[in-house]
T-cell receptor
Framework: GEQVEQRPPHLSVREGDSAIIICTYT??????FSWYKQEAGAGLQLLMS?????DRKEEQGLTVLLNKKDKRLSLNLTAAHPGDSAVYFC???????????FGSGTQLTVMP | GGIITQTPKFLIGQEGQKLTLKCQQN?????MYWYRQDSGKGLRLIYY???????QKGDLSEGYDASREKKSSFSLTVTSAQKNEMAVFLC?????????????FGSGTRLTVL
């Protein structure tokens, strides 16, 4: 079945810098990808989702890139600020499947 | 907007004890989920339910039971708590179709087994 690897597990950046989180997946038929954010003591909240026919999507300082050839999904936070400090998860839904497979998470710390 | 409420927020149990976690949603969503979150391992699906009285096993269902007696509520039972077990259990819901949907999460129940 689908496997999702996420890196890095921990990421520290300075305020105003970019932060990039990468996930790789194994199933080339994966049809849907999501990024979720989990703030301390809270549940996960959807940041952005993309279908597999999309290579790039930008929303509110976030850029999601999908490289289907390399089976790689990335999340780029441009100009990170301390409020972006949280754990970020990628998730993938294979075609013909109902179950989202989550990556292991990245703890992002944005320092003032 | 809606909300997912999980109770209790913190649960401390003894080895071998049966423990029940509860989840309520007021989104009027059809589908509800229970995930287990372990440090460094992401979220793993325990059970899900696509409608009242429906139950489907996820990859991690062994050692757990679930119950969906009402559309708005979904409970999870740890049938025999394991010593030194520590995890966060997250409940989620989605509108219905199970495919390419947004999941809405509760804030979790943190389990500690002594």
């Amino acid at each position: 079945g689908e496997q999702v690897e996420q890196r890095p597990p921990h990421l520290s950046v300075r305020e105003g810098d970019s932060a990039i989180i990468i996930c790789t997946y194994t199933d080339s038929a994966t049809a849907y990808f999501s990024w979720y954010k989990q703030e301390a003591g809270a549940g996960l909240q959807l940041l952005m989702s993309v279908l597999s026919n999309v290579d790039r999507k930008e929303e509110q300082g976030l850029t999601v890139l999908l490289n289907k050839k390399d089976k790689r999904l990335s999340l780029n936070l441009t100009a990170a600020h301390p409020g972006d400090s949280a754990v970020y998860f990628c998730a993938a839904l294979s075609s013909g499947s109902w179950q989202l497979i989550f990556g292991s998470g990245t703890q992002l710390t944005v320092m003032p | 907007g809606g909300i997912i409420t999980q109770t209790p927020k913190f649960l401390i149990g003894q080895e071998g004890q049966k423990l029940t976690l509860k989840c309520q949603q007021n989104f009027n969503h059809d589908t509800m989920y229970w995930y287990r979150q372990d440090s460094g391992k992401g979220l793993r699906l325990i059970y899900y339910s696509i409608t009242e009285n429906d139950l489907q096993k996820g990859d991690l269902s062994e050692g757990y039971d679930a119950s969906r007696e009402k559309k708005s509520s979904f409970s999870l039972t740890v049938t025999s708590a394991q010593k030194n077990e520590m995890a966060v259990f997250l409940c989620a819901s989605s509108l219905g179709g199970l495919v390419a949907e947004t999941l809405y999460f509760g804030s979790g129940t943190r389990l500690t087994v002594l």
